[in-house]
């Protein structure tokens, strides 16, 4: 059973190249399956893999809000036969300067629910209610190495 994709030149009894590409996998069986043994044995071996949180970086303007859109992928979703689940983010860490909140601090100066409270440490792991948070800088900050004012 192979566990990486490799890539495969397929090629009849003349030699003759009939299919190249990727393959993920090999399965041999004693005998012939029908399409329910052949999901089923797919099913058996086919982890179920997390999903990779992809790098993010973005550029914050000073004493303003940036939104941070998280991203994941998983490499074997598409050869999964389990439904597709959607993906759901959980913030493990927050930022050495500035702060994360859930919704924009800044939206609007007339807001008429209260203002968002930034994330505390206290509240980690957190289970993110999209994939969207904010990044507020500390006032009047500016610098192109990581130390506070």
């Known amino acids: 059973l192979a566990s990486a994709f490799q890539t495969a030149d397929v090629r009849d009894v003349d030699g003759v190249s009939i299919w190249d590409g990727e393959v993920f996998s090999v399965s041999l069986h004693a005998s012939a399956l029908d399409a329910a043994a052949v999901s089923?044995?797919?099913a058996r071996w086919l982890p179920d893999s997390a999903p990779v949180a992809a790098t993010v970086a973005v550029a914050a303007v000073e004493d303003a809000a940036t939104a941070v859109v998280l991203t994941a992928t998983d490499a074997l979703a598409p050869f999964s036969p389990r439904p597709r689940r959607p993906?759901?983010?959980?913030?493990?860490?927050?930022?050495?300067?500035?702060?994360?909140?859930?919704t924009n601090p800044q939206h609007g100066a007339e807001r008429t629910e209260p203002q968002p409270r930034?994330?505390?440490e206290s509240q980690l792991p957190l289970p993110l209610p999209s994939e969207?948070?904010?990044y507020l800088p500390p006032s009047d900050f500016f610098s192109e190495s990581d130390e506070a004012p």
Not at 87 to 102: C, E, H, K, T, W
């Open 40 to 42: 089923e044995s797919h």
């Open 118 to 120: 930034a994330i505390a």
């Open 87 to 102: 993906l759901a983010f959980n913030l493990v860490s927050i930022p050495s300067i500035g702060a994360l909140y859930l």
């Open 132 to 134: 969207t948070i904010w």
